[in-house]
């Protein structure tokens, strides 16, 4: 939980059910943003320690512009021909299906670790193997249509 302070009770002169004190709201809402405070200070910090690289790097770099540097470079070799080339779909395929699968394999992990929490075990079963009937569903489809084909 959050360490809020608990809101300021009503002063010790008025009756049990007055209204607290003016400033709870204040000292809550100190106590609440103080964390963040703390996170926004470190991503500024960060952004200012990125910025203070990017610009003593461009001050320190050389800067000498000849024909052969504004070439484009490809692995030692001068370019040839245009520099559109056509890209089987299928690479982009296996990637898409690598990624739904490295993801859903992070999904299996959590899962593991509730499993063996008492009174979750039946629960918890169902559930896995509904995702993973789910994930067989889209694996077959892959398969029926032909993506997972290499020819």
Do not use: N
Not at 64 to 91: F, I, N, S
Not at 118 to 144: N, Q, R, S
Request: glycine content about 10%; some cysteine.
């Amino acid at each position: 939980m959050t360490d809020v302070p608990e809101m300021a009770a009503a002063p010790a002169g008025d009756p049990p059910g007055a209204a607290p004190a003016a400033d709870a709201p204040t000292q809550w809402a100190a106590a609440y943003f103080d964390g963040y405070s703390t996170v926004g200070l470190l991503a500024v910090i960060g952004v200012l320690f990125l910025a203070v690289a990017f610009v003593c790097g461009r001050l320190l770099r050389p800067v000498v512009p000849t024909p052969e540097k504004l070439l484009t470079y490809e692995c030692g070799v001068d370019p040839v021909g245009e520099g559109w080339a056509h890209t089987q779909v299928r690479y982009y395929v296996y990637a898409f299906l690598y990624v739904i699968f490295a993801v859903d394999s992070i999904f299996l992990f959590p899962w593991a670790t509730v499993f063996a929490e008492p009174g979750f075990g039946g629960t918890t079963l169902v559930e896995m193997f509904v995702f993973l009937g789910f994930l067989t569903v889209g694996l077959l489809y892959a398969w029926k249509k032909g993506v997972l084909e290499w020819t």
